[in-house]
């Protein structure tokens, strides 16, 4: 089992809809959970983190948290054209807090 | 301007020939890290460093060499590069190593450089 997993797409999602992009992860003990956008060719930029079950919203952008289930997920509010993208998930270690481990990206296209 | 710039942005090379990619950040961060990047297998950490002479290994360390002599400056060394080293590679910084509660900083991350070893 990977350590964090994401469906690899690509999800496609038309113009004004609810994107939703879900991450699992293994280490039970993980405490900091980051979500990274990556257009093609680019570096990863920060969408959002999150540290504490439950949602997080940032403009459209809302992260959700739970960590019984062990699973983080990015919804994506009124999606537009500039949303298609990578999305990486990261997570870190519990015995090594500052190994970060990502999962390989959902490829998000916001069809017109 | 903040920012972390690697160099060069692009290198092809052949088998066995050392290089060195640079990394450097002008942001006072703790952390320093390289990613490599292949299809279909995302970001895989190579090393990372919590502060100056402090590194420890990530998931994919086989083939690498860090060090971390200032705290703005994290080099990434293939010592003898191979075909399998070819692939996209990140540096990225934070401001923290930890966060309360063992949580992890945001990481930012430099421009990428496009490694091709023949």
């Known amino acids: 089992q990977k350590e964090v997993e994401q469906n690899s797409g690509p999800l496609s999602v038309p113009e004004g809809a609810i994107a939703s992009l879900n991450c699992t992860y293994s280490?039970?003990?993980?405490?900091?959970f980051f979500w990274y956008r990556q257009y093609s060719g680019k570096s990863p930029e920060l969408i959002m983190s999150?540290?504490?079950?439950g949602d997080k919203e940032d403009g459209r952008f809302t992260a959700q948290l739970n960590k019984a289930s062990q699973y983080v997920s990015l919804l994506i509010r009124d999606s537009q054209p500039s949303d298609s993208a990578t999305y990486l998930c990261?997570?870190?270690?519990?015995?090594?807090?500052?190994?970060?481990?990502f999962g390989s990206g959902t490829r998000l296209s916001i069809r017109p | 301007e903040a920012q972390v710039t690697q160099n060069p942005r692009y290198l092809i090379t052949v088998t066995g020939k050392k290089l060195t990619v640079t990394c450097s950040q002008n942001?006072?961060?703790?952390?320093m890290s390289w990613y490599r990047q292949d299809p279909g297998l995302g970001l895989r950490q190579i090393y990372y460093?919590?502060?100056?002479?402090?590194?420890d290994k990530g998931d994919v360390p086989e083939g690498y060499k860090v060090s971390r002599k200032e705290k703005r400056n994290f080099p990434l060394i293939l010592e003898s590069p191979s075909p399998n080293q070819t692939s996209l590679y990140f540096c990225?910084?934070?401001?923290?190593?930890?966060?309360?509660?063992?949580?992890?900083?945001?990481?930012?991350f430099g421009p990428g450089t496009r490694l091709t070893v023949l």
């Open positions: 990225a910084s934070s401001p923290s190593s930890l966060l309360a509660g063992y949580s992890a900083d945001t990481q930012y």
């Open positions: 280490d039970r003990g993980s405490q900091s």
């Open positions: 999150i540290y504490s079950n």
């Open positions: 990261a997570v870190n270690g519990y015995s090594s807090a500052s190994k970060i481990i």
């Open positions: 942001m006072n961060h703790e952390y």
């Open positions: 460093s919590m502060n100056v002479e402090v590194t």
